[in-house]
């Protein structure tokens, strides 16, 4: 029994870690997408996609810390 509760944890932090990296992914990915878009829309050489990308690492580290704060700090009622 002892066991399966063990594995149940590992299950569960391993979940938690491809979650928060699969937030960084899109996030990053997504503010590439708009940078690269932006720059050939406007004839720009890489300023909108430098911008972007560092909005998309911001908006992923956010959504790390949201992540984590709702599964390692659940809210106790």
Excluded: H
């Excluded at 299950?11 to 990915?29: E, P």
């Excluded at 503010?31 to 004839?43: E, K, S």
């Excluded at 959504?63 to 704060?69: A, D, M, P, Q, S």
């Amino acid at each position: 029994m002892a066991q399966r509760s063990l594995n149940q944890e590992a299950f569960q932090s391993l979940w938690i870690i491809a979650q928060l990296g699969l937030v960084m992914v899109c996030t990053i990915l997504t503010g590439l997408g708009v940078g690269l878009f932006l720059d050939r829309f406007f004839g720009t050489t890489g300023i909108f996609l430098v911008i972007f990308i560092l909005f998309g690492i911001a908006a992923g580290f956010y959504n790390v810390w949201k992540v984590l704060k709702r599964q390692v700090f659940p809210k106790e009622e």
